[in-house]
């Protein structure tokens, strides 16, 4: 395999579930990471907006290889135990995902905070990337 020098951008369509959890706003691939980025605004249903977090042992999967690629590092969010508390219900956060660079080819991923998890979990199924559909970066 060619070694991966290019930096691709994809801004993937994703359903919503019915909790509201995170959008899903980019997946960055880079020869040297993949990167997630998310946005998340408060909730009303919970006092001062709730709390977040991502487990320890979020990864991405290729739905179709069964390849794994475990959580590196997050960015503007605590990994579990620790929790971001919300102020306010009108607060909101943006926040990313770091994992191990992934294939540049047409994949599908599924990002999963908790196997076989609940619609609490931050679990996102059948992204769909087609290369020809990533913004190159230069």
Not at 5 to 28: A, M, Q
Not at 64 to 70: A, E, N, P, V
Not at 107 to 131: A, H, R, S, W
């Amino acid at each position: 395999m060619k070694p991966q020098k290019k930096k691709y951008i994809f801004h993937p369509k994703v359903i919503k579930n019915y909790r509201g959890n995170p959008d899903l706003l980019r997946i960055h691939l880079t020869p040297e990471y993949t990167k997630v980025d998310f946005g998340y605004v408060a909730k009303d249903i919970y006092i001062n907006g709730g709390w977040i977090r991502i487990a320890p042992e979020t990864f991405i999967e290729n739905k179709i290889t069964k390849q794994r690629y475990t959580l590196v590092n997050a960015e503007n969010i605590p990994i579990a135990p620790m929790h971001h508390y919300f102020e306010t219900k009108k607060d909101w956060r943006y926040f990313s995902l770091i994992f191990p660079p992934i294939p540049q080819n047409d994949c599908l991923l599924n990002i999963i905070e908790v196997k076989n998890g609940t619609p609490n979990d931050f679990n996102y199924y059948n992204i769909e990337l087609k290369m020809a559909d990533g913004i190159e970066l230069f």
